[in-house]
């Protein structure tokens, strides 16, 4: 697992920079280096810590991916939400190599920020809720989480993903990149009605966890 876990951490990052750098045709690009700063000192220590104190919760996190779902909707709302990801990256780049957003400094260090926010809350909600799964499932010993974040809305850790959505685009100076947000936010809500739909049918308490907790993603607002 240990191996993989590295393997799994270096081809990504790799994947990153090239993503960031290739389309921006340049290494002088210090917004990409800044979130790619950001990137590395949020996720390598966490999935460190998870190695040592969390393993299964790190396999469970390592089986991810539209062919590790086995339910169709969650197949295409996770396909969609990758690859606005990795759109937003190379959108970014190219922004950057031919100049259309100009965005100032202010708006990328703000980007910078809400994308740390939302890795803080991302990671946060996984080490709350150790069968935070990167797949859609349930398992026979699985309990609700209704402490933490959890007490304050449904899907805590799709909340700092939307988070870290809109904050890439700005990190990178890219307005245009936005708009691949609202392609991840729309798949991320498929997602979320999907998810759901089967903790309501295997995962005892969810419907009573559901009256308590009303809001799905931001607090009073849905």
Not at 70 to 87: E, F, H, P, T, Y
Not at 109 to 117: D, F, I, Y
Not at 142 to 158: D, E, K, N, W
Request: hydrophobic share 55%; with cysteine; glycine share 8%.
């Amino acid at each position: 697992m240990y191996a993989r876990t590295a393997i799994y951490s270096v081809v990504g990052l790799a994947l990153f920079g090239a993503l960031l750098f290739w389309p921006a045709g340049t290494f002088d690009f210090w917004q990409g280096w800044a979130l790619l700063a950001v990137m590395v000192a949020c996720t390598i220590p966490y999935t460190v810590y998870l190695a040592v104190k969390m393993p299964d919760t790190l396999q469970r996190r390592l089986r991810s991916g539209a062919t590790a779902e086995s339910r169709k909707a969650q197949k295409i709302a996770i396909l969609a939400m990758q690859l606005a990801a990795l759109g937003i990256l190379a959108l970014g780049g190219l922004d950057h190599r031919f100049g259309w957003s100009r965005a100032p400094v202010w708006v990328c260090v703000v980007g910078l920020v809400l994308t740390t926010a939302g890795l803080v809350i991302t990671i946060g909600a996984v080490l709350q809720n150790s069968w935070a799964a990167a797949t859609i499932t349930t398992e026979s010993d699985q309990q609700v989480v209704s402490t933490g974040m959890y007490a304050v809305v449904r899907h805590p850790l799709y909340t700092g993903a939307v988070i870290v959505f809109f904050g890439m685009p700005l990190a990178l100076g890219s307005y245009w990149a936005l708009l691949l947000f609202v392609v991840a936010v729309a798949a991320l809500i498929i997602r979320i009605f999907d998810e759901e739909e089967l903790l309501h049918a295997e995962l005892p308490g969810y419907p009573e966890y559901t009256r308590t907790v009303r809001h799905r993603l931001v607090p009073y607002l849905w």
